[in-house]
């Protein structure tokens, strides 16, 4: 019986975690700027226009509910898209939305090549991209998208493949 804690289900016995990777920080900043102008929305309603009809304070109360839920629901999506490498596979969960989760896996032995892509003036400043990784199965490839560092986490990648051979 092993001992080690499971990280993730699915996690097999003899299967040991390199490295868990998430989503840059930046990816997450387009939510937060459109709540910050459903909350000014809101709050404008509610200060200015409180003592005017009933149903413009309910109308505001309906914004910032709409505000909060909105991000709270890209919270939880950005922070369950998860990239985990292990000493057997590399597993890409993908949440895309709430009750629906992508998971792709491949096994170190069947990866063939791997790139990384930097695009833009955000991306090339902040440094975070996408590294592709192409596998063996009919030319799928499992994309880690806006990962911080892809350059460091494709060499990660590499040496992890390379050390299986």
Known sequence: MSTQKRVFKGQKDDEEVVEVFRKHWFSFIRPILVFVVLLSISLIILWYWSMVPLLLLIVGFVVLLVAVSYLGHCFL???NDIYILT???VINFDQKSLFHRV???ADLRNIQDS???VEGVWQ???NYGQVKILTA???ESIV???VPDPHRIQGI???AKDAVR
């Open 77 to 79: 999506l950005w922070w």
């Open 157 to 159: 990648i590499l040496r």
């Open 137 to 139: 199965s009919m030319g």
């Open 115 to 117: 790139t990384y892509e």
């Open 124 to 126: 090339t400043f902040l």
């Open 144 to 146: 880690f998208e806006d």
């Open 103 to 105: 998971v792709s896996e």
């Open 87 to 89: 000493n057997r596979r």
